[in-house]
């Protein structure tokens, strides 16, 4: 092996949303008796998922699922209304973990509905994110430029448009200009609705990926902010590979690298990173160092369910 020095992107894994959406779950185990139920995988992370699992945390992905009467948390990527109705039929005690990043987006999407927009949602068909989303009003998803050709609109001066958190700035910004080409009057959000945290670690990665000879994106496959840091570094020219953890490391990635860069998605935690750096040391790596990124101070109130959990005591 040739690695010699491993450079660590700074920010890297757990944004404000997610934490405080684990949180959420650790305090309902806290105050309520098992199972909790959760609505959805709480964050894209198996190693997350599997740990809450083993301490009575059910993961279900149809509320019908769930007993009634049941402690149900809503995951990080939000749901739609009729998943919300359906719970309270079933007389769900529910907590909303919804990330208020992914709530701004709702709360565009119902606001421009009333005010007779046509309203397209950039995003991925099949995100739990985007599902909950177009719950919320009539909207198109275009997922590419090509997407954009086949839009069918009321009045093309009333059009806006609306992002799935987690996506690339580049392929965004690549479909706004569609957009913007087609409809000229297009409405933007008041403000991007590209999370803070997944338009920082793809900042950090573009500047780490000129530094290095190829990198690991610390996430799992069906993490989209995490596939996305994967993209990024690839159309900067630098290889890059999305692991769980360090038993997915294939060395004849790292075959003739000298300097290997290391980041994690938004919803991976640090103990996976120091695994993988563990490993990188047991590989050869002798030197490590931090490249310099944005300090991130951001933190998000707990849900009000949870700052009274004597009202959902049965």
């Not at 403000?191 to 996430?219: F, H, M, P, W």
């Amino acid at each position: 092996m040739s690695i010699r020095r491993v450079v660590l992107a700074k920010p890297r894994g757990f944004c404000a949303g997610v934490v405080r959406a684990i949180d959420i779950v650790e305090r309902a185990l806290d105050f309520f008796p098992p199972p909790i139920y959760v609505f959805h995988e709480i964050v894209h992370n198996r190693y997350v998922v599997e740990n809450l699992s083993k301490r009575n945390v059910v993961f279900v992905d149809g509320i019908e699922e769930i007993p009634d009467g049941s402690v149900c948390v809503f995951s990080a990527h939000g749901v739609s209304p009729q998943v919300v109705q359906l719970a309270e039929t079933k007389k769900l005690r529910v907590i909303d973990a919804t990330c208020p990043l992914v709530t701004k987006v709702h709360l565009e999407a119902i606001r421009y509905a009333r005010d007779g927009y046509s309203i397209v949602l950039i995003g991925h068909p099949g995100h739990e994110e985007v599902e909950g989303t177009m719950g919320e009003a009539p909207m198109q998803l275009v997922s590419s430029v090509e997407d954009v050709a086949r839009l069918q609109v009321n009045d093309p001066n009333r059009v806006m448009y609306l992002t799935q958190t987690t996506l690339s700035l580049d392929d965004v910004a690549a479909i706004v200009d569609a957009l913007k080409e087609r409809f000229p009057s297009v409405t933007s959000p008041a403000k991007d609705d590209i999370c803070y945290a997944t338009q920082n670690r793809q900042n950090a990665v573009k500047e780490i990926s000129e530094r290095v000879d190829v990198l690991l994106v610390v996430g799992s496959q069906n993490s989209s902010n995490s596939q996305r840091l994967c993209e990024v570094s690839a159309v900067a020219g630098t290889p890059a590979y999305l692991v769980n953890d360090e038993n997915e490391i294939n060395p004849a990635w790292l075959d003739g690298a000298q300097i290997v860069g290391v980041t994690a998605g938004a919803s991976a935690p640090e103990e996976l990173v120091i695994r993988v750096l563990e490993h990188l040391r047991e590989m050869g790596a002798v030197e490590f160092e931090e490249q310099p990124g944005e300090d991130e101070n951001v933190h998000f109130a707990l849900p009000q369910e949870l700052m009274h959990p004597e009202k959902l005591m049965v």
